[in-house]
């Protein structure tokens, strides 16, 4: 275990900035308490620039090393918003607020990417320049696109870009990913690759009205995920086929919108191989898994990976409710492990040169 670990004196405050946000969920690109949050956080911490509505709402905060000889510009992505999702817990610090929830954990990725922020702040030991990047609009509303398309990566000169999601059922202090597709973008035996993976999930049916009275039209909506362009492709084709054979041996028509909202998550390797080194550092060598087996969960920072070279990687929650249940709470045991994770890091991809 790193000396990073050891580091933890501002671990109470960050577990209390973390149920601040946990009581007070904003969604999507509304996020005028959360953002305001994190700014006024960042400067208080003396970061060198924070700026304010990057793509829409995106807050960033730039911290400079101690030297930056190196000229070196790495990025670290967390995300902010919640879920219109009715919270269970009856935690004392439970959402104030009817029909949302952080239920995916995005409370706990600010407050450690903010921990982090504080100490590198503080600290400066590196060589370079650190650009925190704290993202709206993660869920379903590729937040991570719009901060690209508003000039992430080149008004801040980021090279490398890196992101942490909470995993739960991995355990607290173990770490997670892998080389090249890890998350899936958003019938198949017969017409997909054995050894390739795609999903497709119809969960809304809507057709007529209430008291049986029958309608012209019917509405079917699903979710599609896959890795390799040619499975998307090839689902794509299908679902057209069997929805207009289906249609017409009714005598009906049909009508396929396919919507490609999230790219597959790729990461790369040099970034990856970073990553697996640092949080082996950081948390023990039997605690991480550099070959973990693929999600079918999508994830907005696809759009950064596919900007600049990086990785994501999976940080143990415990055993909590999964991702988007009611009953979900992100662990705060979990703090220590992502924030020294990202002071780690910082300090081995731009270090200090020794005099």
Known sequence: ????????????????????????????????????????????????QVTEGVGRSGVVGVVHGRHQSSGKVIGLRADMDALPIQETTGLSYASTTDGRMHACGHDGHTAMLLGAAKTLAETRNFD???TLIFQPAEEGQAGAKAMCD????????????FALHNEPGLDVGRFATRTGPFGAAVIIARNVHPLKSGVI??????????????????????????????????????????????????????IVTFRN??????????????????ARTVMGENAVDPDHAQLMGSEDFAFMLEQRPGNIALLGNGRTAGLHDPAYDFNDAAIPYGVAYWTSLVKTAMPLQKS
């Not at 679902?239 to 054979?245: A, H, L, N, T």
């Open 150 to 161: 508003d000039g992430l990566m080149t008004r801040w000169g980021i090279e490398r870009v």
């Open 201 to 254: 999930s119809f969960g809304s049916f809507q057709g007529g009205k209430p008291g049986g009275t029958f309608v012209g039209t019917s509405e079917l909506r699903g979710l599609a995920r896959w890795f390799e362009p040619e499975v998307r492709d090839t689902m794509h084709r299908r679902i057209i086929d069997i929805s207009e054979g289906i249609a017409a041996s009714y005598g009906a028509s049909a």
């Open 261 to 278: 909202l999230y790219p597959a998550v790729v990461n790369h390797p040099a970034e990856t191989a970073l990553a697996v080194e640092v």
């Open 128 to 130: 370079g320049t650190v």
């Open 1 to 48: 275990m790193s000396n990073d670990m050891n580091a933890g004196q501002h671990d109470n405050e960050i577990i209390a900035w973390r149920r601040d946000l946990h009581a007070n969920p904003e969604l999507g690109y509304e996020l005028p308490r959360t953002a305001s949050f994190v700014a006024d956080k960042l400067r208080a911490f003396g970061c060198d």
